[in-house]
């Protein structure tokens, strides 16, 4: 009987890790990338002077008033490691300053329910070209290959 319970567990596991490893990126209502899987969503957008909004959605994707969410981000450039820190406008949190110039970096998102609540780290690979396929901005590419060990032919697109 723990032998098939066992077995039955460990095909669950697997089951719900393959569908969450093939399942296709959110598009995020504002034309960013979701970073969570489950509801509430976490939307990561860069606006065009650069800044990032972080805007949280219900299961439905239809917006959630903050509730004491903080969030905090870390971009990795080339040129060196630069903090963002959020504040509250509009409903969202922004960051206070911009990403640094250029891109292919990653951007460290943590995410914490309230002040106190343990952080939950999403990493971003920021590309800021346009893909030529889902028309997104290329870190919330929701093509098929988007997230995986896909790459795109970034140095092409720039050309274009």
Known sequence: MKTTRYIATTF?????????LFA????????????TTDAPHVEFFVEKDRTVTVSFYDKAL?????????VSATA???????????????GALVSKTALP???DY???????????????NYR????????????????ACTCDDAG?????????????
Do not use: W
Request: with cysteine.
């Open 12 to 20: 669950l596991a697997l089951a719900v890790s393959a569908v969450a």
């Open 24 to 35: 296709k990126p959110i598009p995020g209502p504002k034309g960013g990338r979701i970073l």
């Open 62 to 70: 239809k917006p959630m008033a903050l509730s004491g969410q903080v």
């Open 76 to 90: 990795e450039a080339k040129s060196g490691k630069v903090n963002l820190a959020f504040a509250e406008k509009n």
């Open 101 to 103: 110039e250029g891109d």
């Open 106 to 120: 990653t951007v460290v998102v943590q995410v914490r329910d309230n002040a106190s609540a343990r952080p939950k």
């Open 124 to 139: 971003v690979l920021f590309h800021d070209e346009i893909c030529a396929e889902c028309k997104r901005a290329e870190y």
């Open 148 to 160: 995986k060990d896909h790459k795109h032919d970034h140095d092409d697109k720039k050309k274009k």
